[in-house]
């Protein structure tokens, strides 16, 4: 059974900072792409940054210049680092990983990790 462990999130103020992490554990051969998603209340998942295998990152337009996506392969982990926040990027943050396992290519999902940005 693979598991995404996210954790980072919390209350900041506007123009603050936070750091997102996500590490995966259990039974799979590679990662390949990883990536963070939010949900605002009232709107639909989307997303905010993938990174590829070979670190090569993608960001939503939103994001550009304000945040960072890095992960490191040995401890099978992914971050977002957040700065610049705005009340705009209130959400709940989750982690998605494409992994290979024994049964080939799946998409998981973390739980979920609140981040609110408000004064």
């Known amino acids: 059974q693979v598991q995404l462990v996210e954790s980072g999130g919390g209350l900041v103020q506007p123009g603050g900072s936070l750091r997102l992490s996500c590490a995966a554990s259990g039974r799979f051969f590679s990662i390949n792409v990883l990536g963070w998603y939010r949900q605002a209340p009232g709107k639909q998942r989307e997303l905010v940054a993938v990174i590829a295998g070979d670190g090569a990152p993608t960001y939503a337009d939103s994001v550009k210049g304000r945040f960072a996506i890095s992960r490191n392969n040995a401890k099978n982990t992914v971050y977002l680092q957040m700065n610049s926040l705005k009340s705009e990027d209130t959400a709940v943050y989750f982690c998605?990983?494409?992994?290979?396992?024994?049964?080939?290519?799946?998409?998981?999902w973390g739980q979920g990790t609140q981040v609110t940005v408000s004064s």
């Open positions: 998605n990983a494409d992994l290979t396992t024994w049964v080939g290519r799946s998409v998981y």
